[in-house]
């Protein structure tokens, strides 16, 4: 796989996920506070942060970063309650 693959990959597979965590999330089938929900937006996140820094797309990437942090925070609190 190439590098320009993988980024592109990364950007798709982070798509899906967040899309499917938003979906999943609005048809009641997960919870916020469910370890499964905040993975998949971190992930996503990740995936974005590869991909739109690659494309040298900026703002995107400052806007996942953030996301990656809440989706972190909100995992370890949590996992703590």
């Known amino acids: 796989m190439t590098l320009k693959t993988f980024v592109e990959f990364s ?4 798509a899906l996920l967040i899309l499917g965590a938003y979906s ?3 048809f009641g089938k997960i919870q916020t506070r469910s370890p499964i929900y905040q993975w ?5 996140a990740l995936g974005f942060i590869i991909n739109c820094t690659w494309n040298g797309a900026w703002p995107s990437v400052a ?3 953030v996301w990656l942090g809440i989706g972190f925070y909100a995992l370890r ?5």
Do not use: C, H, P, Q
Request: charged share 10%; net charge positive.
């Open 40 to 44: 998949m937006n971190i992930v996503g």
């Open 63 to 65: 806007l996942n970063v």
């Open 77 to 81: 609190r949590n996992l703590r309650a």
């Open 24 to 26: 999943l999330l609005s």
């Open 11 to 14: 950007g798709w597979t982070a």
